[in-house]
């Protein structure tokens, strides 16, 4: 079955502009994860959208934001970026019960200059 | 807040040696635990679960290892290969979550 997509894979963006990212989850999952990964802090959870529904979120200021169709497909945007928001940028697939790992994309790397 | 950790940062293993990764997490209340395997350049792929209710499960060439006493988690890796090294990380989800809290990962060398 197909992976988990995301695109683009790279991205350099300007400070203070703003950015989108995509992410197509496997067939028949539900829920998508975001995280923020980086070298000094690791894996850290931004948000997570089921069924179109924003079901958890994580300490990120508002300038993250995301959503999801009905396709389960999901976007997040960052708005006036910053160069701290450099990072690799995951997206986690799941059928959304807590109790199944996830499946990852190979991420969007984000360059802010 | 809680958190979960790891002992090792790196870890360098001769091809063919079995390898030990090890993972501490504070929440007692975590009932689901996962390792995942991140090589360079791709997103973390999952290896195997745990669930609190058992102590060890086996994979191929891989098992977990639960001690709840002492809020311990591991994982073996046998006849360890070149295409093993890569980043592991081990992740908790607390109990009523459907997040899981991710360790900081220990990064394993295999050397041929």
């Known amino acids: 079955k197909a992976g988990v997509t995301q695109t683009p894979r790279y991205l350099i963006k300007t400070r203070g502009q703003q950015v989108t990212l995509s992410c197509s989850p496997i067939?028949?999952?539900?829920?998508v994860s975001w995280y923020q990964q980086t070298p000094g802090q690791g894996l850290q959870f931004l948000f997570e959208?089921?069924?179109?529904?924003?079901?958890n979120k994580g300490n990120f200021p508002g300038r993250f934001s995301g959503r999801q169709f009905s396709n389960s497909r999901s976007e997040m945007n960052v708005s006036t970026l910053e160069l701290g928001d450099s990072a690799l940028y995951l997206c986690?697939?799941?059928?959304?019960?807590?109790?199944?790992?996830?499946?990852f994309g190979s991420g969007t790397r984000l360059t802010v200059v | 807040g809680e958190s979960v950790g790891l002992h090792l940062p790196t870890l360098s293993v001769q091809e063919g040696d079995n390898s030990i990764i090890n993972c501490a997490y504070s929440n007692s209340a975590s009932d689901y635990f996962i390792w995942y395997k991140q090589e360079s350049g791709k997103g973390p792929q999952f290896i195997i679960d745990i669930r609190s209710n058992m102590d060890k499960r086996q994979g191929q060439r891989v098992t977990v290892l639960l001690n709840k006493t002492v809020k311990h988690l591991s994982l073996q890796i046998a006849a360890t290969q070149p295409g093993d090294s890569a980043v592991y990380f081990c992740?908790?989800?607390?109990?009523?979550?459907?997040?899981?809290?991710f360790g900081r990962g220990t990064s394993l060398i295999v050397h041929p």
């Open positions: 992740a908790e989800r607390p109990g009523g979550s459907y997040i899981p809290t």
């Open positions: 959208y089921f069924s179109e529904t924003q079901r």
């Open positions: 986690a697939s799941s059928l959304g019960t807590g109790m199944e790992g996830y499946t």
């Open positions: 067939s028949g999952h539900r829920s």
